[in-house]
Every structure is written in structure tokens, then in C-alpha cells.
């Protein structure tokens, strides 16, 4: 039988777990196709939580093929499969060696790589023959390995990498490196939706927390405990304790409901629109483009999300200054400019600085597809983000001093 691309650092007990979150994590390149699509599991077991999120994913139109672990019987998944019900047993089919798979728009690893840098880059080298033109390669390493797999995946990742994600709620802790070593057509994008993202923190249903507001919290609330070993009679120690909170909050990521209409531009940022103007930019190149700026206050939402469906062509950012963003010299102040490639035409967000922000969080690299209204990154403690569109495809439907919500207004129609 083939060997499944789990491999095993010597002297430890066994492979590292691969829990509900990381595994919802392992599919998210599956689950957010909307088209009909092809997927490849590698290494599952009848009881993996990897199998069950992966079809949990599948669409009517999909097709997954399994292929068992090593020491796993072909015949035991082909029993729990039909033990699923007609509706998976007519999509998802077990084969006995990888040798008998087809290739895929994504191919998943169920067990993660925790051998060496050599083994990795074999097991690698075995899948990534698996994958069609512009697919995707999930696999998953522990986080606090510095060498070894985990080191090559982030080589790989550096490389060919789609996006990576830090799964902390998993026992032990799991990164898991999303590849593509072929381009993806920007036209894929429009069939995508917004990606899983376990940086995003669940607090209920409909609110969330980035890791960056978890992070604050949790050194706010670290200060205190030294504050209050250091001084156990004085009061200050409240001071972090209570901040913790209201800092937290600067980070929340609501859900939203992006607009299903395929015409539709929305909104990269939460915040009131200051201004509409047509202007030219040659860094973006020739023609005439559609600026929206808004602000982002103390008090708005301060993720930012895609506007479009596009592929990420470009990203730079510009020195300057940081002036109050609501005033017109803001337009020279530091900004991080991602450049999107759209069936449209371009595409770019700018996320700038302001008096307070200072620090901008871009996760979506160069060669990655974004879903409109899908989370990119975050500007921390308000500033402003700039939307440019061509002018001679997109009509502006807002106007200074509209307020607007992330991923959900529609700030602009495609014409």
C-alpha cells in the first residue's frame, strides 16, 4: 500500500492530532468552492475529523476521493462512508492506493507532517502530482517545530504558498500551510466564498475576535497579575485589568452577509465615507480611477475585507507620515496598498495610517484569491481605508459623510 504523507519524527509516541478546528481548517480551500470541484484525501481514517469535515463540505456536484492512512483498512472507510447515506456514498469514493486517484483542485493531507525536512519535501513532492492546473495542497505541521517538516513547509510556504494559518485551539498547536504551485485565473475568485479563518475567535454566533484583540487582552491582563504581585495593597493593577476589555473590543470581526450580486462592490471597511473623487494614479496604471476613502474611528469595526473577488497581484506599501486621518494630507501618510486582479479590471485597497493607528495587518499574499467581503486584514485603532476602481467600469452609490459596513454595503456597482 502507498504511504499516506504523514511522517513520523523519530522517538515520538505517535502523530499529532489533527482536532475539529484544525480539520475545519485542513477543508477551508474545499468548503469555499462553489463550483463543482474535485477534492483528494490522503491519510484518513473511519474516525478522523478531517474525513468529516471534508464531507460535510461536499457540494452536489463534488467529487472525493479517499485514500486510506497507513495501516488503515481500505474496506473499513468504505463501510463508514456508506454508513453516511446515499447522498456521500454517490460522491465520495475510497480508493485502495493513492496510485489510484485522479488529480484534484484540492488535495488534502489528513495527517500532519511531523518528520523531517527531507521526508516533507518527498511527501510533498508525492501529492503536489495530484493537483490540476491552479489547485490547492492543505497540509498541516506543529506550530513550536522549528525544524524539520515544519521548517519546509514554511520554505514551501514562502514559495508557493496560498495563505497560512495558525490554529492554536488544537492539541498540540498546528499551522496549517495552504500551497499552490501553479497560478490560479482571477476568474476563479467570483466562484469562491469568504475563507475559514481560525485567527478569527468565535465569541458567539455572530461575533468574533481577531487573534490580534486576544493578544492585546491577554498582555493587558498579564500586566495586571505582574502589577498586583509586585504591589499586592496598591490599586493599580485595575488599570490593565479593566482595559483588557475595551481593547479586546477594538479587535471584534462581526459575521456579515456579503451581497450575492455579482454586480456589486462593497465596502472594504466599517466607518463614514469622506470622500468620492475621479483622480490618476500611475502606480496603478494608465486611466482614470474611482477613489472611495472612509474613516475608520476608535469605535468602528477595524477589519478590513475584500471589496471584490480578485486575485492578489501585487502588494507594497508607501512611507509617510501619520497625520490625522480625516484630514486631506492623510492621503501621504504610511499606507499598504494590495493590488487585485478582477474579471473587471484592477482593483486596489489601500489601508493607511493615521494620528493613532500605526499598524497594518495585510494577510493575503501575492498569488492568493479573495472572495468579496472575505476578511484580508486590519488596520489597529481606526485610520482609513481607500477603495480605487476604473472609472469607466464602476458608478459610485455612496457620498461623504454616508456611513458604511464592511463586507455588507454596497459602495459601488460594476457597470
Request: charged fraction near 20%; glycine fraction near 8%.
Amino acid at each position: 500500500m502507498t504511504q499516506s504523507p504523514a511522517v513520523r519524527t523519530p522517538g515520538t509516541s505517535g502523530p499529532v492530532r489533527i482536532g475539529e478546528r484544525a480539520a475545519r481548517t485542513l477543508v477551508s480551500e474545499l468548503a469555499r468552492r462553489n463550483d463543482s470541484k474535485a477534492g483528494l484525501l490522503v491519510g484518513a481514517t473511519p474516525d478522523s475529523a478531517v474525513l468529516a469535515a471534508a464531507i460535510e463540505a461536499l457540494l452536489p456536484g463534488d467529487r472525493l476521493t479517499v485514500v486510506p492512512a497507513e495501516g488503515a483498512a481500505a474496506a473499513a472507510l468504505r463501510e463508514h462512508v456508506t454508513a453516511q447515506g446515499r447522498w456521500v456514498a454517490d460522491r465520495v469514493r475510497v480508493a485502495d492506493t493513492l496510485a489510484e486517484a485522479d488529480a484534484a483542485e484540492v488535495v488534502i493531507a489528513a495527517e500532519p507532517f511531523t518528520g523531517t525536512a527531507d521526508e516533507a519535501r518527498v511527501a510533498i513532492d508525492g501529492l503536489s502530482k495530484y493537483l490540476s492546473e491552479g489547485a490547492v495542497l492543505s497540509v498541516a505541521a506543529p506550530v513550536f517545530r522549528t525544524e524539520g517538516a515544519g521548517a519546509e513547509l514554511d520554505r514551501q510556504g514562502v514559495l508557493h504558498g496560498v495563505r497560512t494559518d495558525v490554529v492554536l485551539r488544537n492539541s498540540p498547536p498546528v499551522r496549517v500551510h495552504h500551497l499552490r504551485f501553479t497560478p490560479a485565473g482571477a476568474a476563479l475568485a467570483a466562484t469562491l466564498s469568504p475563507a475559514y479563518r481560525p485567527s478569527s475567535v468565535p465569541l458567539t454566533r455572530g461575533m468574533h475576535i481577531d487573534s490580534n484583540g486576544v493578544a492585546a487582552a491577554g498582555i493587558s491582563l498579564g500586566l495586571a497579575a505582574l502589577a498586583k504581585a509586585a504591589r499586592p495593597k496598591s490599586k493599580l493593577w485595575l488599570l490593565p485589568a479593566l482595559a483588557a476589555a475595551p481593547v479586546a473590543a477594538f479587535f471584534r470581526d462581526p459575521e456579515r452577509d456579503v451581497p450575492e450580486d455579482p454586480s456589486a462592490v462593497v465596502a472594504a471597511a466599517d466607518g463614514q465615507v469622506l470622500s468620492v473623487q475621479r483622480l490618476h494614479d500611475e502606480r496603478f496604471g494608465d486611466g482614470e480611477w474611482l477613489r472611495i476613502a472612509v474613516f475608520l474611528s476608535v469605535l468602528d469595526v477595524h477589519v478590513n475585507r475584500a471589496p471584490v473577488a480578485g486575485k492578489v497581484v501585487d502588494y507594497f506599501v508607501a512611507d509617510g507620515g501619520f497625520v490625522n486621518a480625516m484630514k486631506p494630507d492623510a492621503e501621504h501618510n504610511v499606507a499598504a496598498y494590495t493590488v487585485l486582479e478582477t474579471e473587471h479590471g484592477t482593483v486596489v485597497v489601500a489601508q493607511r495610517t493615521g494620528l493613532i493607528a500605526r499598524r497594518i495587518v495585510q494577510r493575503a499574499p501575492v498569488g492568493a484569491l479573495l472572495a468579496k467581503g472575505e476578511r484580508f486584514g486590519l488596520i489597529r485603532f481606526g485610520s482609513r481605508t481607500d477603495v480605487y476602481l476604473p472609472v469607466a467600469a464602476a458608478e459610485p452609490l455612496v457620498g461623504p459623510g454616508d456611513k458604511v459596513v464592511g463586507g455588507a454595503t454596497v459602495i459601488a456597482r460594476w457597470v
